[in-house]
């Protein structure tokens, strides 16, 4: 299994867009065969007390795949060729971690 964490500053006042194309690609990146988990996330109030500033315009996408194969496979897929360039406009910056699991 393989887990990568991906995490983005939106550009101001772009969010309601980021949102609109986030939702038109996920439902086809969880439909692929490999994929555990595809969900973009935003910063909540929370109570505990070593959180991280919340920032409203920061989204951290958590993806769960079978296989690095299976990561490797939507990466090439068409509909993310499409939609990373669409995605990609309306950030200011994004960091990409991948794990794997201790236990």
Request: glycine share 4%; aromatic share 4%.
């Amino acid at each position: 299994m393989i887990n990568v964490v991906v995490t983005m500053i939106i550009k101001e006042g772009r969010m309601d867009d980021f949102r609109t194309v986030a939702a038109e690609l996920a439902p086809k990146v969880q439909a692929e065969k490999g994929c555990i988990a595809y969900d973009y996330t935003v910063d909540t109030e929370s109570p505990l007390g070593s959180q991280e500033p919340v920032q409203p315009n920061r989204v951290t996408l958590l993806e769960r795949w079978e296989s690095p194969g299976a990561l490797e496979a939507h990466m090439a897929s068409p509909h993310m060729k499409e939609f990373m360039p669409r995605l990609s406009e309306l950030r200011e910056s994004a960091t990409i971690r991948a794990t794997s699991p201790l236990l």
